[in-house]
């Protein structure tokens, strides 16, 4: 009994042992087959059938665009033109760092802001009100209407202690969203971190709630998508607001748009960074196409325009911009969006790219604005 005992003690250890090294087998098979499975994933999306283009015009993605040559008033010369907005006739514009609105004929009304009084950073407008909410100097919010006459003026004030610095500004659905870099911690020390916030204010700049800007994780190594400073971005079917910023490399930017369409066919926008957070895409989301430029003067050598069509899965990947085949202005190196939503763009030419079509302006320095309205 002694020697039969022993004998199934060992063979229940034997037993032991082998359904260990099954189940140890089993979790190392499963284990490689689902790294085998996301690389032959990643190796899928980076190689999918989609036609890729290194050169196209605004017709591909465009079904019209407006040119609007500026009025030059004699006091008031509008060389450059950034963060062009527009509501019903009115546009609004920044030009050194003051506020102008023409008409949407190109006819000057009034300048907004004085350069004495505020350098302007950025602005909203706010059409319940007839109002632009304008950001200049430190911490200052100043209330202007249409007309130009300075309503209020007033210092933002956050609930929270840490310091502060606001990138970008936007609105929807009569709220305003900023994106904010936070410094939490001893600055003078190596404890304090810093953060990105998308914060939420109501139309008299008072804090509504914030959320963390997360970048969307890629499933890549080395993928830079938040170096520069986050804008605010509205998906337009679901309302989501999200940030976006640029891609420091472009060459990968068809693998990560097609991951992360991938990826919104079982997530959430608001999930696709995890919860409680808000997600930084390196693509902005328009209703049909998927946009991303990078314009820098210093260095051309970096500049890019990508456009993905989802309805016809096919993609522009453009360095030197996309060709003005709507007035033969030369090649649009500089695009950026008029609104949240990312359906119309805007660019701006002067000078000799304006010879062919607009010979009047091209022999001064003034300057005509071209409203691109994308593709259904």
Same mark, same amino acid.
């Given at each position: 009994l002694h020697l039969l =005992?022993? @004998? $199934?003690? $060992?063979?229940?250890?034997?037993?032991?042992?082998?359904?260990d090294m099954k189940r140890t087998f089993t979790y190392l098979l499963l284990l490689v087959l689902l790294v085998c499975g996301k690389q032959a994933y990643n190796l899928l999306i980076s190689n999918e059938s989609i036609r890729s283009n290194p050169t196209g015009a605004?017709?591909?993605?465009?079904d019209e665009v407006i040119a609007i040559p500026l009025q030059d008033s004699g006091t008031h010369s509008i060389r450059e033109a950034k963060y062009i907005r527009q509501e019903g006739d009115n546009l609004f514009l920044i030009s050194n760092e003051t506020l102008y609105r023409f008409n949407r004929k190109g006819e000057f009304i009034c300048r907004i802001t004085h350069p004495d009084d505020i350098r302007v950073a950025g602005y909203v407008v706010n059409p319940a009100n007839q109002q632009l909410i304008v950001l200049g100097?430190?911490?200052?919010?100043?209330?202007?209407?249409?007309?130009?006459d300075l309503l209020t003026r007033?210092?933002? #004030?956050?609930?929270?202690?840490?310091?502060?610095?606001?990138l970008s500004i936007s609105m929807h659905n009569n709220r305003i969203f900023t994106t904010e870099e936070c410094v939490h911690g001893d600055t003078a020390g190596q404890t304090a971190t810093i953060e990105k916030q998308i914060v939420e204010y109501d139309s008299?700049?008072?804090?509504? +709630?914030? /959320?963390?800007?997360?970048?969307?994780?890629? &499933?890549? !190594?080395? %993928?830079? *998508?938040?170096?520069l400073a986050p804008e605010v971005a509205v998906e337009l079917e679901s309302g989501t607001v999200y940030a976006y910023a640029p891609s420091y490399q472009p060459g990968n930017l068809?693998?990560?748009?097609?991951?992360? #369409?991938?990826?919104? +066919?079982? +997530?959430?926008l608001e999930n696709l960074a995890g919860k409680n957070t808000l997600p930084l895409l390196p693509i902005r989301m328009g209703s049909r196409?998927?946009?991303?430029?990078?314009?820098?003067?210093?260095? &051309? !050598?970096?500049n890019y325009t990508f456009c993905y069509d989802t309805e016809k899965e096919e993609c522009w990947q453009v360095k030197e911009g996309l060709k003005d085949n709507f007035y033969q202005t030369g090649n649009v190196r500089r695009m950026?969006? *008029?609104?949240?939503?990312? /359906? =119309?763009? %805007?660019?701006?030419?002067?000078? &000799?790219?304006? @010879?062919n079509t607009f010979p009047a302006q091209a022999q001064g320095e003034s300057l005509v604005l071209f409203i691109v309205k994308l593709k259904g």
């Open positions: =005992s022993r @004998r $199934q003690r $060992q063979m229940c250890i034997r037993d032991r042992f082998s359904g605004l017709s591909d993605i465009a100097n430190t911490d200052d919010i100043f209330y202007y209407s249409f007309n130009g007033k210092k933002l #004030k956050c609930d929270l202690p840490e310091n502060r610095h606001m008299s700049f008072h804090k509504l +709630q914030s /959320h963390t800007i997360r970048p969307v994780d890629l &499933e890549r !190594s080395a %993928c830079p *998508i938040g170096c068809l693998r990560d748009t097609l991951y992360i #369409k991938q990826k919104r +066919q079982s +997530q959430t196409f998927w946009v991303s430029t990078y314009y820098n003067a210093e260095d &051309e !050598s970096r950026d969006p *008029i609104d949240p939503y990312c /359906h =119309s763009y %805007c660019f701006s030419k002067s000078g &000799e790219d304006l @010879r």
